[in-house]
């Protein structure tokens, strides 16, 4: 078939038919427009003939044809338009000629804009022309062999914000991810560059001119953290240096800005939640630039608003995830403490708002752990345990942005942590906890035994299916993942309660595992596989103390 005909194909246009609000007309109309009425009428006559005769069909294309056209398409569009070595030296060479002509002509006229304007024209579409370079990564060594990497970010600090967005612009398409991928020899030449010129610190140099009210600045925020985030994905140990030069303190200042809901808002948050999630270095630089109490201010509206629409949404999520993050700094928890986050967190699930997912989760990471101990009884003081003990007996379903199954591993694992860290008067407040109405909450902590038992035993079915070859620390990641991370806590929880509490709990455990086929021997074993997989939180004498002490409860069981 011959696909130039095929391409080349433009099928007969079907007549429009005119809208009817164009053919009224009012009655106080002149003969011109009742003569133009007149002349739709027909028109609309004609058009119902020429409706009538069958149109030629278009002509059936085989899957095998479609191929064939867009193998055409890819391979022969695109020649003669890739740039070689020669064309992207031109396209520098032509760049650093108006780099260098616009700078003298500034020198030369600082006070007369008319004389070096022109120069400034040419300079901006140098800069438009380099952008060609973004499809070929492949030529990103010869660029920065060229030194034109260095020449693109000098122009970060021109005089005209219209050159240095221009710039902006430039290096996102250059350092987009997808592009980057395409060449890694290409990436790492470029990127190697962008961080031995500081490129972020540029960069922040030159968001502290930038206008968001002007829509071309606004774009070039946004495009100024598109270029972190590529830089960060591309190269996860950029993260450092990124903060070091002052990111992290611009986006605390991005954020408390009293300014409405933005697009560059949510980007912000979105970077700082980057910035934390696996650089120890800047959760405590968080910590000292105040940023816990920034979070919480920032957090604090949404305590007795929902937002108002998803991109808001995203925002506070990625807020509540920054704190996570940062909580997992032990020195960050004292500052959690000392800015009453618990409170607001407390006040949070009472609400009812969105917000009480991400307070959820923010109370699992401030109270967990051995450096959860201050947390954790400050939390019984500020009677916590009326706001978690509902949500332990019954999921909400309202605004529920968390999976049952993580709602209910956040809860339980606020209470087995309280059980391993409140002591004194706090302790018995929390086990008293567990004899109140009938023992009801025993009752609630079987149910969710057998419950999260049975997503065990079903893991561990379809893993036997797929006959996986997987070592035993992947099977047992995958057992966790399936609910044996939730049965660990839940069955730990058990244990505290049989042991340390009056002997009707036990009693009460014991009656309802015979009635429906369970035994102390499943949660005997459970446990000690737990203790022989303690995780990594804490010091090599916290986790011995730990592995001790659950051993001791499974012998007391």
Known sequence: MDVGELLSFKPVPTPKRPNEEDLEDSEDEGKGSKKAKRSNKSAINRMQQLGNKTLPKEPIITDKEKEDILRYVETEATEGEILDDTAVKKLVLNFEKKALRNREMRIKFPDQPEKFMESEIDLFEALQDLSAVATVPDQYPLLVELKCINSI?????????????????????????????????????????????????????????????????????????????????????????????????????????????????????EILSILLQNTPENRKLLGELDGIDVLLQQLAFYKRHD??????????????????????????????????????????????????????????????????????????????????????????????????????????????????????????????????????????????????????????????????????????????????????????IILEVCTAGPPAIKQRVQRVLSLRGGSLKIIRHVMREYAGNLGDAGSEDWRHQEQQHILQLVDKF
């Not at 997808?178 to 020899?185: A, F, G, M, V």
């Not at 031995?196 to 140099?205: D, G, K, N, Q, Y």
């Not at 994905?233 to 070091?244: L, S, Y």
């Open 153 to 269: 970010l000098e122009l970060l600090s021109h005089d005209n914000t219209d050159v240095s967005t221009k710039v902006v612009n430039l290096l996102q398409e250059l350092t987009d991810v997808d592009i980057l991928h395409e060449s890694e020899e290409g990436a790492e030449e470029l990127i190697n560059a962008l961080a031995e010129a500081e490129c972020p610190s540029l960069l922040l140099h030159n968001l502290a001119r930038l206008d968001e009210q002007v829509p071309d600045e606004r774009d070039a925020v946004h495009n100024t953290l598109g270029i972190i985030e590529n830089i960060t994905e591309f190269r996860p140990e950029m993260c450092v240096e990124v903060a070091k030069q002052g990111f992290i303190q611009w986006i605390l200042k991005r954020l408390k800005l009293k300014v409405p809901f933005d697009g560059n808002k949510l980007y912000a948050t």
């Open 307 to 492: 937002p108002s629409s998803a991109e808001e949404q995203e925002a506070m999520e990625n807020m509540f995830d920054s704190l996570c993050c940062a909580l997992m700094e032990p020195l960050n928890r004292d500052r959690f403490l000392r800015g009453e986050g618990l409170q607001l967190m407390n006040l949070m699930l009472r609400e009812k708002k969105m917000s009480r997912n991400g307070s959820l989760k923010v109370l699992d990471h401030a109270l967990a752990g051995p450096d959860g101990k201050d947390n954790c009884n400050k939390f019984v003081d500020i009677l916590g345990l009326r706001t978690v003990f509902p949500l332990f007996m019954k999921t909400p379903k309202r605004k529920r942005i968390l999976t049952l199954d993580q709602h209910e591993e956040h809860v339980v694992s606020i209470i087995s942590s309280m059980l391993r860290n409140c002591l004194g008067s706090q302790r018995q407040r929390l086990l008293a906890k567990f004899t109140e109405n009938d023992l009801e909450k025993v009752d609630r902590l079987l149910e969710l035994h057998f419950k999260y038992m049975d997503k065990v035993d079903r893991t561990e079915k379809e893993m036997e299916m797929e006959a996986e070859d997987l070592d035993d620390d992947a099977q047992y990641l995958k057992r966790l993942s399936g609910g044996l991370f939730t049965l660990q806590l839940i069955d730990r």
